[in-house]
């Protein structure tokens, strides 16, 4: 008994000294001081809003300028050039001491090639498994982070209470991690198990989703991304990988970075700039040499441009081999809904006519989303899922049909979709003769395009989206405004819109996914007017293909 008694404790389970995490602060920066008019712009109705600038129409400006210590609406680029932008923007609609750092570490070698993508997706895993307990005691304190590799780099994402001191300490120890990791891949044995667990986790990533999940990620990625490579691809490559060719690889990269940042929340404008150069200062003890410019560091993210008159169908097999369910994406593309200058650097991609038929595109998916359900899952019984939606990615609109059955295949699920739409446009014109249904299917689709948040996340993914992609289109809010004020008076507009882009098969732009499930043969055999796309030539089909967005300078 005296032995257990007077037993020395073991170092691992000693109490830790004082989590340097904890947040000290926990005040919620006070609001602008205004007059109580101005003051409070931010929480009025935009008729509210409409009669203070009528009334005032300085107002704007001067809650932007320095008298009021704060951004209005839209982020506000603190630093430029010389490879490295900082964003920033103050949140006060929801009055939390909460705050979001979101920083791009941008290079062309994280993407270029299978081997390299391949090398970035290992080097996510392995640094996650590097600061696992480093990062732990910051999720105690309530702070989250994130590491993502998108084709333009690698993505670190910081979320939590907006104390400068514990949120500079959790930024020095992530990036600390970008070289720290080489610890860890000495161990030769580690490293090999690290390498098969994350080429597995890949390889089968998403083989037990269900069918109207898989023609969702099938259209976003394999389809629409101009840069993309294939699971069982990368899979492939990282099993060849050699640590000496991880170690070496990630020095040249750290080495030339294009940097982009956005501190978006409870945080002034000083706050953001010790941030940005917390980060700068960090990634350079991390052997970060030169900055180079955004066309230099980041691959250009585009989407494919479905010529008009196209019927294009991309046939393949479903990922579980013992799904019954076949499915079909039915997409028609509307085209550019940017609507704003921004850093394009063609006319005719940013003009209002694009927003105009971005409202009009979610006008007439709220119009179709009832009647679809009853006609194809109802009356139709074509399949348990059927569901209609309006899309955007990267500033490109469509509206879709997905249809999983286990009864038909994809090519009659695409024929009853294509007729339902054929059918469709009566219902539509009985809809619009109805002022009240006009006017509450335009509004609707012009608040929903002018993406005022749910939440922090979602305003801060919507914000950075922007920014990763070059575009900076901000001004979507007031675009949408003039869009909708112009076709709230001509009830006639949707129909030219829809026969447009829905019902002539010479304009419209037409894409579908099928995916066959078991027992169901892919088929070669093409409709007619139809183009066959397959998991082989898809590579040839996109390399003589046009995509969205331009190129930016």
């Known amino acids: 008994m005296s032995a257990w008694e007077t037993a020395p404790i073991g170092s691992e389970l000693s109490i830790m000294g004082k989590n340097p995490f904890v947040p000290g602060r926990l005040h919620v920066l006070p609001l602008p001081t205004c007059t109580p008019l101005v003051k409070h712009y931010l929480f009025m109705s935009l008729t509210l809003q409409r ?36 964003w920033w923007k103050r949140e006060m609609n929801y009055r ?40 732990y005691p910051a999720k105690l304190a309530g702070f989250t982070l994130s590491v993502k590799t998108p084709v333009a780099g690698l993505q670190l994402s910081f979320f939590g209470y907006s104390d400068e001191k514990a949120y500079t300490h959790l930024i020095k120890t992530t990036l600390s991690g970008l070289k720290g990791y080489e610890s860890h891949i000495a161990n030769e044995t580690w490293f090999s198990s690290s390498k098969t667990r994350t080429s597995e986790s890949v390889a089968g990533f998403g083989a037990t989703a269900q ?28 099993l060849n990988l050699t640590s000496s060719e991880l ?79 076949s499915g079909v994406n039915v997409m028609y593309q509307i085209g ?39 006609q194809l899952r109802t009356k139709e019984q074509l399949g348990y899922i059927v569901f209609c939606y309006p899309y955007e990615s990267n500033g490109v609109a469509s509206v879709h049909f997905i249809v999983q059955s286990s009864k038909y295949e994809p090519q009659y699920l695409l024929q009853r979709v294509e007729s339902f739409v054929q059918q469709f446009s009566s219902t539509l014109m009985t809809k619009v003769r109805s002022r009240l249904q006009w006017a509450h299917g335009i509004r609707l689709g012009a608040l929903v395009s002018m993406s005022n948040g749910r939440n922090m996340k979602y305003r801060n993914s919507k914000y ?14 007031a675009n949408s405004l003039k869009g909708m004020r112009a076709l709230l008076p001509d009830r006639s507009n949707i129909m030219r819109f829809y026969k447009k882009f ?45 995509f969205y967005p331009p190129e930016t300078n």
Request: net charge positive.
């Open 336 to 374: 550019p809904a940017c609507g704003s200058k921004g850093t394009c650097n063609e006319e005719e991609y940013c003009k209002q006519e694009n927003v105009n038929n971005f409202i009009m595109s979610r006008a007439v998916a709220y119009y179709m989303k009832a009647s679809c359900f009853e």
């Open 464 to 477: 950075w989206q922007k920014l990763v992609d070059g575009s900076c289109k901000f001004d979507r809010h």
């Open 51 to 86: 009669e203070l600038r009528r009334r005032d129409p300085s107002a704007c400006r001067r809650y932007a300028g320095a008298q009021c210590g704060c951004s209005f609406r839209y982020p506000e680029r603190l630093i430029s050039g010389s490879g490295f932008d900082l």
């Open 211 to 238: 069918v109207f999940q898989h023609v969702r990620k099938v259209y976003e990625n394999r389809i629409m991304q101009k840069t993309f490579y294939d699971r069982s691809e990368l899979a492939s490559a990282m």
């Open 502 to 546: 829905f019902l002539d098969k010479t304009t419209r732009k037409l894409m579908t996914v099928q995916l066959y499930g078991k027992g169901k043969a892919v088929s070669s055999v093409a409709a007619p007017g139809q183009t066959i796309v397959t998991k082989e030539n898809i590579e040839q089909f996109k390399s003589n293909a046009e």
């Open 247 to 325: 170690q070496e690889h990630m020095r040249s990269v750290f080495k030339k970075l294009y940097l982009a940042a956005l501190v978006y929340g409870n945080a002034n404008q000083p706050q953001a700039r010790t941030y940005g150069r917390d980060i700068v200062k960090g990634l350079a003890e991390q052997g970060l040499k030169k900055l180079i410019s955004r066309r230099s560091g980041v691959l250009h993210q585009q989407r494919l441009n479905v010529p008009p008159g196209s019927n294009i169908a991309f046939r393949v097999k479903g990922p579980n081999p013992s799904d019954v369910n």
């Open 96 to 135: 939390t001491p909460k705050l979001y750092v979101t920083l791009l570490l941008g290079s062309t070698r994280l993407g270029s090639t299978v081997k390299e993508a391949a090398i970035a997706v290992l080097f996510r895993h392995i640094l996650l498994s590097h600061l696992n307990d480093k990062i």
